[in-house]
């Protein structure tokens, strides 16, 4: 017994160091062990963008104050999913659920938790909420030292005046404004008394239309116009929100703008929206939260309107107005969103810095060229979103070596640092992530589409935690380019890798679109880079007409094997990845992996200033690179038609610039 | 801490993988290459079973058991056909990722979605804590990374107490035997072919319950996933025996788990400190270099010390 402790001694002291020093690197990780952690409640009323957001900022915010859930304080979540009823029971469970606070999202959660919480057994905060002083929890505008001891939070009111100022400042001639509204509904009377204060301030006139139902939208705001409105304005109305369409679209017709009191309503049309961040008066609720769990009174908190102004900007819009509207250039970089003259998005036009600073890592498992360019593509991508390395993030670059019990405590070490963000690049490493990690964002790129990597779902509604860029070859773009080259073609070959899942999976790919283009896929099976020689002479005697090679690892690794197969049966071959255009294929069709990684990283961005993994669909590489090496063409005797040529990204040895 | 719980349960999961490549190399001194090959073959095997439906416990088994089969048929090529015993490994190995495709239908099946061992260990860790992240020493740590752990851990003590006590049973020491003088051995009487075969079969099984409980670990099986693994776990062995020094079959046994176990930590470290990712291989390698080095510096040192 002796002898075995003697002898196992040694192995058992370095295990006891190893670990040791590793958990001595952790140590700014261990939280402070204190007595008891706090434990909270959010409780939310239905999952509705503007509450997400409010969750999440108020997540966030606590994040940063040290209040991390499961770390240093326990923290439950709840949603009522639109059912009252069910809210009612979640507000009965929180106040006899052993809680020190609720924090509370959106009018009805705090009307519901108020009422369950009459005793003040637990401090509530709420936020999101347009109006807190006429939501009947005892709270009063004209005695604000009334109230209960256990209550604090936050009003956001729609920045009526505010929205009016800049119409203004974009129109300096506007006199008349006409609104829809409808009568039955408080906060739009609420909003439009605002309203009529400031234009009659302005020395605009207001023309009111009002209506009942939805239905009268689309004739009120008619009259409006024909009655001489030059802009139409649309504030908190629920009617009139849910048919923003029928506003939007007289309003076109007769080249005048409408205006909203909601960032969304640019999207549909309207010129200019200005609300609320949600994920601001999140952030700000959080803050009151984590003050109050550091021993502030709640009652010692005024109950203000706290209004983080979020602007969007349609470009479309404003290019078929009738009178010369513009839009100043400091309101332009104030707008959080921009819609461009073609309709879309516009990314990064105003970069609001993170709310903290992000821990980004990025592990791959190996390196290989496509890697490597999509890594440069994520690091320029980052730059270019105008995030500043240092202040808004830090980026770490693992690799696995190919090893992938080494990636695997990449990923753990990843955790263990507590990156925020994990940047995945090959298909391995976003399969493990999504193994390993629930908690907190992973942005893939070159991996497979995750949807046959193990995630279950569809493009837009998928794991919450995942976004990304996947990589699909442009099979159906290159079949076109095919038929031009070889009009007569019928038969296409390609080597597979059968040990690679992208190999097999852009080879069925690849099938698919031939079929659907008229050709016959003739695919030859290699299982090493010693085996694709052989494999390819078998593929020319097979009557194809052209080699079109998908992308691998294995292939790429081999390929001048498959050059010389093809050259001494005098076939032209095609690729789908850039530098085999160097190395002997005639036309490459590719997709631009520094573009993906880009793209990928833009996402990122989007995450870190405040987007949800969650409602960024998963997409594929839309940029694709053609090139043409016409040395080769001329080698092989081979006719690259003339518009081909014309379109290509790069040429190769063209005639008349030697070589 | 969570990277400390995750290379603990990578080396336990690979010791399986040392400890198959110790029954081959060192008892029967056969460099048994069908390793690369097993591993997967358990991987694959237990995937497409999971992705059936089929309960993780009997899932892992049956990827076990189909690596004693291919132990077995390294074996049989070797002792019946008497093929060089490196040729019968490599026989069996390439015509394993041939049968890993088979098997798997594709080169790489996911598990995120499924039941394995690892969703099994964190609903039991839930149930158990009550919740899902639980404070070890001050540190925050998944529940699920306990239980994980703490399963594999009672697998690899099982595999070795059972080792163990089968080495030393009659059979387990003429398969020894066979290891280290064949013609005594026969001699006695005992058929050394078979000795062979049921010792490769024992490997091989120990390798791809490794490969399974690594594909479920990790959430995916690879068809690749076992290509270099054999060296690694060889690496394993060696290291352990420098460690304790001796070879004898408890302390060996020992050795294995703490060789594989402090191979990874070190890789953690490595990792830790946010080494350049180029120069990692390298340093693996001084790393193994020096644990093989390390024990006999401090042998000759406190023998020297012990002269003087």
Not at chain 2, 31 to 57: C, F, M, W
Not at chain 2, 97 to 119: A, I, K
Not at chain 2, 257 to 269: C, E, K, P
Request: with cysteine; charged share 20%; glycine share 10%.
């Amino acid at each position: 017994m002796w002898h075995g402790l003697k002898r196992t001694s040694l192995g058992l002291i370095l295990m006891a160091l190893a670990a040791s020093v590793l958990l001595l690197s952790d140590r700014p990780q261990r939280s402070a062990r204190n007595n008891r952690r706090p434990r909270a409640a959010i409780f939310s009323f239905a999952s509705r963008p503007t509450l997400d957001d409010s969750v999440r900022g108020c997540l966030d915010a606590l994040a940063v104050r040290g209040f991390e859930p499961g770390l240093t304080m326990d923290l439950e979540r709840f949603n009522a999913e639109n059912d009252l009823p069910t809210a009612n029971g979640i507000a009965k469970a929180i106040e006899s659920g052993g809680f020190d606070m609720a924090i509370t999202f959106s009018t009805p959660a705090l009307q519901v938790m108020a009422a369950a919480n009459r005793e003040g057994r637990i401090v509530h905060v709420f936020g999101t909420v347009t109006d807190p002083f006429v939501s009947g929890v005892g709270l009063c505008r004209t005695n604000l030292a009334s109230r209960p001891a256990w209550l604090a939070g936050l009003g956001t009111f729609q920045p009526v005046k505010e929205v009016f100022v800049m119409a203004r400042a974009c129109f300096p001639a506007l006199k008349t404004v006409g609104v829809v509204w409808c009568t039955s509904e408080t906060c739009s009377e609420a909003c439009l008394k605002l309203a009529r204060e400031k234009c009659a301030e302005l020395g605009i006139t207001l023309l009111e239309a009002p209506v009942q139902s939805s239905v009268e939208v689309l004739d009120a705001a008619r009259s409006l116009i024909s009655r001489g409105a030059e802009a139409l304005w649309i504030g908190g109305d629920n009617i009139v929100e849910t048919s923003v369409a029928s506003v939007v679209k007289p309003a076109m017709e007769a080249g005048i703008p409408v205006f909203a009191n909601e960032p969304a309503h640019a999207k549909a049309g309207a010129l200019l929206g200005l609300g609320a961040d949600y994920y601001e008066v999140g952030k700000a609720t959080g803050d009151m939260a984590a003050d109050i769990l550091n021993g502030r009174k709640p009652a010692s908190i005024p109950i203000e309107n706290c209004v983080p102004q979020q602007l969007a900007v349609n470009l479309a819009t404003l290019a078929k107005l009738r009178d010369p509207w513009r839009i100043p250039d400091d309101l332009m970089k104030s707008a959080a969103i921009v819609i461009g003259a073609d309709g879309k998005r516009i990314d990064g036009v105003a970069s609001p810095a993170p709310a903290r600073k992000w821990k980004l890592r990025l592990i791959e498992l190996v390196e290989a060229p496509a890697i490597e360019e999509t890594r440069q593509g994520i690091l320029s991508g980052l730059k270019e979103s105008g995030l500043v390395e240092g202040r808004d993030y830090e980026l770490h670059i693992g690799d696995a070596q190919g090893d992938l019990a080494t990636m695997n405590s990449l990923f753990d070490a990843a955790l263990t640092e507590k990156a925020d963000l994990i940047f995945t690049i090959t298909t391995p490493a976003l399969q493990m992530a999504m193994q390993k990690i629930t908690d907190r964002p992973i942005v893939y790129a070159l991996a497979l589409d995750p949807l046959l990597a193990g995630d279950t779902g569809t493009h837009e509604r998928h794991r919450p935690n995942v976004a990304g860029v996947y990589d699909r070859s442009p099979f159906e773009q290159m079949m076109g380019v095919i038929r031009e080259c070889l009009p007569e073609a019928k038969t296409l070959g390609t080597l597979y890798a059968p040990g690679e899942s992208n190999s097999v999976n852009f080879r069925d790919e690849m099938q698919k679109a031939a079929e659907a283009a008229g050709y016959r896929l003739a695919a030859m099976p290699a299982n090493s880079s010693t085996e694709v020689g052989d494999a390819a002479l078998a593929l020319t005697e097979r009557g194809v007409d052209l080699i079109c090679q998908i992308n691998d690892n294995q292939n790429e690794a081999a390929f001048p094997s498959i050059v010389q197969a093809a050259q001494r049966a005098r076939l032209p071959v095609f690729g789908f990845s850039t530098g085999l255009a160097r190395r002997g294929a005639i036309l490459t069709l590719s997709n631009d992996h520094e573009d993906g990684g880009r793209e990928a990283a833009l996402i990122a961005a989007r995450i870190m200033r405040g987007e949800s993994p969650a409602s960024i669909p998963y997409v594929g590489i839309t940029k694709v690179r053609l090139t043409v090496n016409l040395t080769t063409a001329r080698e092989m005797n081979f006719y690259v038609p003339e518009a081909v040529v014309q379109r290509a990204d790069e040429v190769v040895g063209r005639e008349g610039e030697g070589k | 801490m969570t990277l400390l719980l995750g290379s603990l349960t990578i080396g336990l999961i690979l010791t399986l993988l040392a400890l198959g490549v110790y029954i081959s190399f060192r008892i029967f001194d056969f460099p048994d290459l069908t390793a690369d090959g097993s591993l997967a073959l358990g991987a694959a095997v237990s995937a497409v079973l999971l992705v059936q439906g089929l309960h993780p416990v009997w899932a892992t088994l049956a990827g076990a058991a189909a690596g004693v089969l291919a132990g077995a048929v390294t074996g049989l090529l070797h002792t019946r056909f008497r093929i060089n015993n490196l040729l019968s490994g490599i026989l069996v190995m390439t015509a394993l990722y041939s049968t890993n495709l088979y098997v798997m239908g594709r080169s790489n099946v996911p598990l995120l979605s499924v039941r394995s061992l690892n969703s099994l260990a964190e609903a039991a860790g839930v149930d158990f804590f009550g919740r899902a992240d639980i404070s070890l020493f001050g540190w925050p740590v998944m529940v699920r990374d306990l239980t994980m752990l703490g399963c594999i851990a009672a697998v690899v003590l099982a595999a070795c107490g059972s080792l163990y006590l089968f080495f030393r049973t009659q059979v387990g020491t003429a398969m020894r035997a066979t290891g280290e003088n064949p013609l005594m051995i026969r001699a006695l009487g005992v058929p050394t072919g078979w000795m062979i075969v049921v010792g490769l079969m024992l490997s091989n099984g120990l390798i791809a319950l490794s490969g399974s409980l690594l594909a479920q670990y990790q959430g995916f099986a690879d068809v690749q996933m076992g290509i270099g693994m054999m060296v690694w776990g060889l690496a394993s062995v060696i290291i352990g025996e420098a460690l304790v020094q001796s070879r004898k079959l408890g302390l060996t046994i020992v050795g294995c788990v703490m060789g594989s176990v402090l191979f990874r930590l070190l890789i953690a470290i490595a990792l830790r400190w946010g080494l350049n990712p180029n120069s990692l291989k390298l340093i693996t390698a001084v790393f193994v270099l020096a644990a093989l080095v390390l024990p006999s510096l401090i042998g000759q040192w406190t023998r020297r010390k012990g002269r003087a």
